[in-house]
């Protein structure tokens, strides 16, 4: 099945820096990567997604790419605000049951603190 | 807002008893499914439902798990004799699968439980 792990855990930048998150996979047929943003006591919003047939799609500030041969997805967050605080979650479907691709299994996360 | 509701947001119960939980996925929305999230980790598959049929679930999950989509619009997740293991956030998550592609999931805010 698929395994999904999330570098790094927590991650500290000044306002107005970027913050890079990445995330690796092993299975070789995911197709599809989603990223989600978790703020204290509330469900996880999704913020962006890719599919496996692009390399890289962006939405303002918020960027991600995937590189299919080495099995890994980032985030990119460029002029980092205060409000971008939260917990970041990437993703990809699971595999194991049935083929079906419904589930996703989730990284650990990673905490990301934006200092004014 | 998601669109995606969880009624109760919070529940606090001894251990033993049963408690009930009740998601309200988007409404055009065929898939429905049901996540636990402990501290510090990412969302963990419980179940899912292509609109009333229950299609998948966890080998982890425990007998005392019971889920519905009767009427393939709402769902509930019981939980029998709870244990304090049980704690933990419940999220329901809902999409539309359509064109053979990996349905993008959308979250609702959560049912905190707390086992006492």
């Known amino acids: 099945g698929e395994n999904v792990e999330q570098h790094p855990s927590t991650l500290s930048v000044q306002e107005g820096d970027s913050a890079v998150i990445k995330c690796t996979y092993s299975d070789s047929a995911s197709n599809y990567f989603p990223w989600y943003k978790q703020e204290l006591g509330k469900g996880p919003q999704l913020i962006i997604d890719i599919r496996s047939n692009v390399g890289e799609k962006k939405d303002q500030r918020i960027a991600v790419t995937l590189n299919k041969t080495a099995k890994h997805f980032s985030l990119h967050i460029t002029e980092t605000q205060p409000e971008d605080s939260a917990v970041y979650f990437c993703a990809a479907p699971d595999s194991n049951y049935g083929g079906s691709q419904g589930n996703l299994i989730f990284g650990k996360g990673t905490k990301l603190s934006v200092k004014p | 807002d998601t669109g995606v509701s969880q009624d109760p947001r919070h529940k606090i119960t001894k251990r033993g008893q049963n408690v009930t939980f009740r998601c309200d996925p988007i409404s055009e929305h065929n898939r429905l499914y049901w996540y636990r999230q402990t501290l510090g980790q990412g969302p963990e598959f419980l179940t899912y439902f292509q609109n009333e049929a229950q299609l998948e679930k966890s080998r982890l999950l425990s007998d005392r798990f019971s889920a519905e989509r009767p009427k393939g619009s709402f769902s509930t997740l019981e939980i029998q004799r709870t244990e304090q293991g049980d704690s933990a956030m419940y999220l329901c998550?809902?999409?539309?699968?359509?064109?053979?592609?990996?349905?993008?999931?959308?979250f609702g805010p959560g049912t905190r439980l707390t086992v006492l």
């Open positions: 998550a809902s999409s539309l699968l359509a064109g053979g592609h990996t349905d993008t999931q959308y």
